[in-house]
């Protein structure tokens, strides 16, 4: 047991420097396991040689409880954190998200401070590795209305420009029908509150309305 009776580490005690070093040992362990896992699958003899075995379920519990882990936030403030809370982590920078905002900083694992096994840890241990398309589903729309004209413009290019890629993602499709987000006249509606333009019958029944987008959209 990882955190067995009179055993159980001061992982408050840790520095920044220790914890980074501890959890990037757990995630070369785990990755070392899973190619262990691998081997043995193919060859018994070579896989155990190879000799790690991968944390059980009831590790990674224990692992997730443990605060050895820096968020943007918490490592500003020279703090580790425990993944018992939802956390995040962008893989590629996202040119309307910063994680560094402090709305969100809290949220976010740090990138450039994780290799690429420890990624792979983190992804096991339930940090959610986000796509554009989940930035968008998650943070950008909801907040959509609250964002200064020139972004909101700005994402709406960005959105027509990735089309093809963000309808495949239901949640985005989602999200964006309940987000007031299309420029008619002076104000922004919800796809389901506008008409085509390229209908003659709207056109000509609703045509004194501002109801129908440009034509981009």
């Not at 943007?72 to 020279?78: F, L, N, P, Y």
């Not at 018992?84 to 949220?107: I, K, N, S």
């Not at 909801?142 to 093809?164: C, M, N």
Request: aromatic letters at 8%; one cysteine or more; glycine letters at 6%.
């Amino acid at each position: 047991d990882m955190e067995a009776a009179g055993s159980r580490p001061r992982w408050d005690a840790l520095t920044a420097e220790q914890s980074r070093s501890l959890v990037k040992w757990l995630g070369e362990h785990q990755a070392r396991a899973r190619a262990a896992q691998q081997a043995l699958e193919d060859d018994a003899a070579l896989g155990s040689a190879l000799g790690s075995v991968a944390f059980d379920e009831a590790q990674r519990a224990a692992l997730v409880r443990m605060p050895i882990y820096e968020t943007v936030g918490s490592a500003a403030r020279d703090q580790r954190v425990s993944l018992e809370t939802q956390r995040y982590v962008l893989p590629e920078p996202h040119p309307f998200f910063d994680p560094e905002e402090a709305a969100v900083a809290d949220r976010f694992v740090p990138r450039d401070v994780c290799g690429r096994a420890t990624l792979s840890l983190l992804k096991e241990l339930g940090v959610l590795h986000l796509t554009d398309a989940d930035v968008f589903e998650r943070f950008l729309l909801p907040a959509f209305g609250s964002l200064a004209p020139t972004k909101q413009e700005a994402i709406r290019g960005h959105l027509l420009e990735h089309w093809s890629t963000l309808r495949a993602h239901d949640a985005v499709c989602a999200a964006l029908r309940e987000t007031a987000f299309v420029p008619v006249g002076e104000q922004l509606l919800r796809p389901p509150q506008v008409l085509d333009p390229r209908n003659a019958v709207l056109a000509y029944v609703f045509g004194g309305e501002e109801r129908f987008p440009e034509a981009r959209f």
